[in-house]
């Protein structure tokens, strides 16, 4: 992804680049800004370009930084139960390898097991997609107002910042 900004509005870094979605941002794009959206408070705004190299065609769509890690949890919903293995974590979701059967926008609860003698982290998540990879999963409530999770996360990333990578 390309650079990271400073949020004007939460005055944190983290802000990323994000693809425009309205006439505005359009039209701003074609004056050499670009639309940045703040993973911490969910701002959006616009910023300068820094040259015409550093605009890709098509920006990337991860709003979220992902970070590898191997983790135990338990999801239910409906009729459906199931247990996994989380591969990938961010902020705004996950993705797990599991046998379960489960449907894009399908609704879960989820435990996420941290850390051995801790209770589990609880979210609420939405099925976005099942492939070979996994079972993708995008949290509904903002995974930012779970202190434990954005400190494992921002502990495993190795910085305070919550930068995406280019991991596909």
Same mark, same amino acid.
């Given at each position: 992804? /390309?650079?990271?900004?400073?949020?004007?509005?939460?005055?944190?870094?983290?802000?990323?680049?994000?693809?425009?979605?309205?006439?505005?941002?359009?039209?701003?794009?074609?004056?050499?800004?670009?639309?940045?959206?703040?993973?911490?408070? #969910?701002?959006?705004?616009?910023?300068?370009?820094?040259?015409?190299?550093?605009?890709?065609?098509?920006?990337?769509?991860?709003?979220?930084?992902?970070?590898?890690?191997?983790?135990?949890?338990?999801?239910?919903? /409906?009729?459906?139960?199931?247990?996994?293995?989380?591969?990938?974590?961010?902020?705004?979701?996950?993705?797990?390898?599991?046998?379960?059967?489960?449907?894009?926008? #399908?609704?879960?609860?989820?435990?996420?097991?941290?850390?051995?003698?801790?209770?589990?982290?609880?979210?609420?998540?939405?099925?976005?997609?099942?492939?070979?990879?996994?079972?993708?999963?995008?949290?509904?409530?903002?995974?930012?107002?779970?202190?434990?999770?954005?400190?494992?996360?921002?502990?495993?990333? /190795?910085?305070?910042?919550?930068?995406?990578?280019?991991?596909?």
């Amino acid at each position: 992804m /390309g650079r990271q900004g400073v949020c004007p509005e939460c005055r944190l870094e983290g802000a990323v680049r994000v693809e425009v979605r309205s006439p505005r941002e359009f039209l701003a794009s074609l004056l050499w800004m670009v639309p940045f959206q703040c993973q911490r408070c #969910d701002h959006r705004f616009l910023d300068r370009r820094l040259s015409p190299m550093s605009l890709s065609p098509l920006p990337e769509r991860r709003e979220h930084m992902r970070i590898p890690v191997r983790l135990c949890l338990s999801f239910s919903g /409906g009729r459906v139960r199931g247990e996994g293995i989380v591969s990938d974590l961010s902020l705004g979701g996950c993705i797990i390898q599991s046998e379960a059967h489960v449907r894009v926008d #399908d609704i879960f609860y989820l435990e996420i097991i941290l850390a051995k003698n801790e209770p589990p982290v609880e979210a609420a998540a939405i099925v976005r997609s099942v492939s070979a990879r996994g079972i993708a999963f995008k949290f509904l409530r903002r995974a930012q107002e779970d202190k434990r999770l954005t400190a494992f996360i921002q502990t495993r990333s /190795g910085s305070d910042s919550l930068v995406p990578s280019k991991v596909a």
